[in-house]
């Protein structure tokens, strides 16, 4: 076949006139300029806020260590926490936040998951008009409340219960398990509504019966979601100061046990932040706790996003 | 536009008593709330043979088998007699995990659970309290087989069942229903996600198994009914139209709406 050989016109390849025309801004292109400088106009004030918190935080808690000198190990192993003599072992808090959390959801694991099944598959109706807004209010009553509520009704009863003040880790237990409850439930129905319609199918069809299609079908595909669930609780459970100040007695002493006073880090920070003067170690010495705090929700953050990836992976192989 | 047709011309076929049944529905029908999906469905479905349901969609076919073995207990409400082995298993105190046992089911979209091959197969009969490793191990090869399905991952067994093609999937699905040793096999449009050459192996395995189970198949191609089936079943808006046996259902069809459907006028 002969091959046309044809040639452009001048004109076609250099023409100004469309060149102008094809070029020139319209309403359309500054909207989307605009448009795109709003979003990182936004993007940059989130990124250096966050930036910024993170610096601060991070400097100012480093403090303790660089400019008092503390020993890193004897501040996360120490157990005598008296800044003004210059003692600062933080472990009494560590541990006091650790007991409280992993209790906390331990305690409210079991319930959470019965709530979510009940809701899902035994009683979706009843689950979606009666249970979903009594969790949606759950979870939206302000945590003073519910350290009033703790104050007021759980360390009392704890007092006559078991004896002593009532203040104490059993207690800020107790009022924390009400706090992460409908974190964990709801994030439980999220993830059991996310099972496939067609697992249970087969399940039944193949003539396993109710109970075992939930727990070993419809929970097991669901336990990444379940974990995160777990892991945001307790991310909750570790980051609430207030509500556990009011009902844990604030002493900065390791717990012996359940019922004795004890601190976390949150409430360490609340309890301590006004008497302290800017740039003294018990005034960096909080901030060192303020990073641990930080460190651990990064810690919980990844650790949520390691489980979702193996989730993805499980259902992708 | 649809032509409307005559509920009142039906052409449905019964056996006498030479012939044995698997299963035998009396006056079915099904009503999602209001919505009275199907009338009145008279079936007798012979043993060892293959039936399949054919119709357009929305024509009760699926609804019909999802009843058969009372998977439509709380979505739907089913009433008439299903007959099985003398017994109506229709009745609201049967045992339905005893039934689903004797008359398993494969759906559409192939469904394993993303667990390994074997431990898909394992499952229910764990579920129905069989134990034992050899027990299970023997159960697990021979029902593989039967779905022929043995040769291609007797090597991979703890691979998951979620690697497998479409087609090995459906199978694996249909090992793990005939792994309960069912007497009725039912299967919704058990093809309808697969390509050509998985669904004839599929094929290949139903016309296999039918000298052990009875075969019920809701299918949405003619051409696979023709293929499989020596029982066929017309549905049409919630009606059973005809039942014949496959070759006269084809050749030589008995009422219009039969006539206009095997034509490709609609569906």
Redesign the interface.
Known sequence: MEQTNFQLKKQDVQSNEWSARLHHATRATREDWLGRGISYLCIGVIILVVASMLWFITSKGLATFTQNHVNVWQFLTGTNWSPDTGHIGAAPMIVGSFAVTFAAAIVATPFAVGTAIFMTEISPNKGRKLLQPVIELLVGIPSVVYGFIGLAVVVPFMRHLVGGSGFGIISATFVLFVMVLPTITSMTVDSLRAV?R??K?????????RW?TVS??ILR?ATPGILTAIIFGMARAFGEALAVQMVIGNAAVMPKNLISAASTLTSQLTSGIGDTIDGTLPNNALWSLALILLLMSLFFNALVRVIAKRGQL???? | MLKQYSFEKTAVQTFDDSVSLALKTDNLQVFYGANHAMHDANLEFPKNQITALIGASGSGKSTYLRSL?R?NDGIATVTGKIWYHGVDINEPDVNI?????HI??V?Q?P????KSIRENIV??LK??GIKGKDELASRVEKSLKGAALWDEVKDNLEK?A??LSGGQQQRL?IA??IA?EPDVLLLDEPCSALDSISTVKVEETLLELQKKYSIIIVTHNMQQASRVSSQCAFFHLGHVMEYTPTATMFSNPQIPVTQDYIAGSFG
């Open positions: 496939p067609h697992y199918e087969a399940s039944l069809a193949l003539g396993a019966t075992q070993r079908v595909s499980k259902h992708e192989r | 073995n998977m995990y005893e039934i689903r046992r398993g089911m759906f979209r469904n394993p659970f993303a499952y229910a579920a129905n998951s979620l690697s699905c793990r229903s309960m």
